[in-house]
């Protein structure tokens, strides 16, 4: 079974520009996670989806930032406008509500915001 | 409020040495999940190890050993004989149970394993 999808791995952009990130949870399940992890805050939680509905964003840094989950197999992480501080790894997990409550990583996005 | 303490923020040791990544944590609940990941360095969170806490069995995988302690609220992670491939970040980590149920993790001890 296909783990946790992120797309894209990198991106490099410029202050001021939107940027878009995307994940495909492994199917069946039915929470879903953006993290960011930076050297100086580590890990940190951004969002969580449950049923593709948002439950908790009080880790979203700002209103630049916004996430989305229109089904059960894919999310975005949107940041506009994108500002150098945003420069991180952003995971995307997914889990079962009601399992064994186990978090599956995707392989992150390294953004740099330049 | 919950809590996942990794006192241990680096450690080095030599190829074949034992080593033990402590980590103890706080909750009001009953009924939790206690996780280890690994984050080597490619970068990926790997997920290890699994326990709730109604199971204080200690457990074993290869190299790899649990042991956790109520009493004491340690869910501590030994590695037999360590290998170079060991060296990575790894991160403890704590969940209620429940629809809203979020991970809370440790900040990670960076283990470093010498030839």
């Known amino acids: 079974d296909a783990g946790v999808i992120q797309s894209p791995r990198h991106e490099v952009t410029e202050m001021g520009q939107e940027v878009t990130l995307r994940c495909k949870p492994i199917?069946?399940?039915?929470?879903l996670f953006w993290y960011r992890q930076t050297m100086m805050r580590g890990l940190e939680l951004l969002i969580y989806?449950?049923?593709?509905?948002?439950?908790?964003d009080s880790g979203m840094p700002e209103d630049r930032f916004s996430a989305k989950m229109p089904n059960a197999s894919f999310s975005t992480l949107k940041i506009q406008p994108s500002e150098p501080r945003d420069s991180a790894v952003y995971f995307c997990?997914?889990?079962?509500?009601?399992?064994?409550?186990?978090?599956?990583f995707g392989p992150g996005t390294r953004l740099t915001v330049t | 409020a919950q809590k996942v303490t990794q006192a241990q923020t680096e450690i080095s040791v030599v190829e074949k040495e034992d080593v033990t990544l402590d980590c103890v944590y706080e909750?009001?609940?009953?009924?939790?999940?206690l996780f280890w990941y690994k984050q080597p360095p490619s970068g990926e969170l790997v997920f290890l190890i699994r326990?709730?806490?109604?199971?204080?069995q200690n457990e074993i995988s290869g190299r790899y050993s649990w042991n956790f302690q109520k009493s004491t609220s340690s869910f501590n992670f030994t590695i037999t004989a360590s290998q170079v491939v060991d060296s990575a970040v790894y991160f403890c980590?704590?969940?209620?149970?429940?629809?809203?149920?979020?991970?809370?993790f440790g900040k990670g001890i960076t283990l470093s394993v010498r030839p």
């Open positions: 997990a997914s889990s079962l509500v009601r399992g064994s409550y186990e978090q599956y």
């Open positions: 199917s069946g399940h039915n929470s």
């Open positions: 989806f449950n049923n593709n509905v948002p439950i908790d």
């Open positions: 909750t009001r609940d009953t009924t939790y999940y």
């Open positions: 326990r709730n806490s109604f199971d204080e």
């Open positions: 980590a704590l969940t209620s149970t429940g629809a809203n149920s979020k991970l809370t």
